[in-house]
């Protein structure tokens, strides 16, 4: 059942590990005004010295923004709450710029959490907002003829999604409806502001809304019902993904993983292909998962056989040894000046503390690694030399990179591997095989989920 009883926050709230604070993201809809409210109503009677921030971004796209801007400001000034407005400055694109401005608002978001040392930002997502996710992914996956993201798209947004590796952003609202969280505004006679691209049916969201509102309470709640069930469905393929992948794969040497050719017939095919498609993703550096079809045609093919095949800039190697992956040799980074942080080729976050400009980074090389002396084990030496060949390296800048000379070995980079697929967003559904994941691959562990008592999402 949805939630609309009258005291909604005390029901909200109560599972969330407020420890490190939290940042209430407010566009001053009614949706996020209602969220920021109650929650202030939680704390002050739970845990008042939980510092809290609310955040509004002005992302500048209409007329109206500052003022509404100002008007959340007001409102936090009258409750004693902090707030800061951050304003969308960088260029703005003609299309995508929905996208792009979620970009930048969770850009925004985690840049002010991380200045008040901040790991959670809350936002207002309704069970409205969520059903309109499902629907719309549902038409997508129809539109492309398939059903690529069944069973995960399907499961809408996650109650939480760590986002860059490192702060949470919670959804509480998201079993409630957003007519619950404005009859509590208008009982508490606060007001809201009506974003008018809401019902702009240019774009694909308010026409999906509109849609909507001319359906019954059952539809909504069974659609609401599905996304539940695809949303276990997920957890439960990415837990086998995550048990194949602890059984199955290893990390021999930098850049290179290892799967155990048992893994084919493991029994469970549809977690051996997840599994398959997150670790061709991590090895390649890609943001998204390669498409389900061809993964599943390249682990027919590593059935059948020894091969040797490239997807998600992958190269899949099938021999006696194993089945190995690692980056493709095609389409690396050009060298770049090497400055403070940096993600490289989507697979290695690069911290230097040298601000020089000096040093340049690029890839080791096979040059470079065909001279470096490798363990005989188990694993190829030329596949070791080839992994390596595309990790990066730090280089002297002004150096020839053609590696003639004793002077100009290039110096190792230390760099922390990246989980790809989950990097820039890990939904909570997700957390075990990046877990899974980080774990082979050796990177940071995933933060802790701020759910008290839940290990999952
Ligand atoms: N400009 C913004 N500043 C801060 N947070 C925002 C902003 N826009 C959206 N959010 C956050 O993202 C959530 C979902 O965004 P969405 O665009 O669906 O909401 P909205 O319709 O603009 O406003 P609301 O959800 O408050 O009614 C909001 O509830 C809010 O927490």
Known sequence: MLDTEPDLSTSLFSHIDFTSGAVAAVSGGSDSTALLLLLKHHLDRTAPATKLL?????????????AEAQAVAKLCATYGIPHRILAWSGPKPSTGLPAAAREAR???LAEAAQAEGIGLILTGHTADDQAETV???HARDEGRGHADTAGRGLAGMAPGTLYNWREWIVRPLLGTRRSALRDFLRREHVGW?????????????????????????EYMEGTLMLAGQAAVERRQL???AADLIDRFAIHPSIGLIRLDPCLL???DERAAVYALRILLATTGGIAFLPYQARSEALFGRLRAGFLCATLSRTVVDSRRAGIFLRREARDLPAPVAATGRALWDGRRHITLNDSSGALLIAPFGAAAAKRLAMDEGKTPPSLMRAALAAEPALWPAGECLDLSGESRAPMAVEARPVVAPFARFLPSFDLAPARAVAGLIGTTPVPPLPFSGHSAG
């Open 135 to 137: 629907l719309m992914r």
């Open 238 to 240: 990415g837990a086998s």
């Open 106 to 108: 969770y850009r925004l």
């Open 265 to 267: 017939s493991a029994g």
């Open 193 to 217: 502001a009506d974003d008018p691209t809401n019902i702009d049916e240019a774009f694909e969201r308010p026409r999906v809304r509109a849609a909507l509102a001319g359906e019954s309470v």
């Open 54 to 66: 609310a955040v509004t971004i002005d992302h500048g796209l209409r007329p109206g923004s500052a």
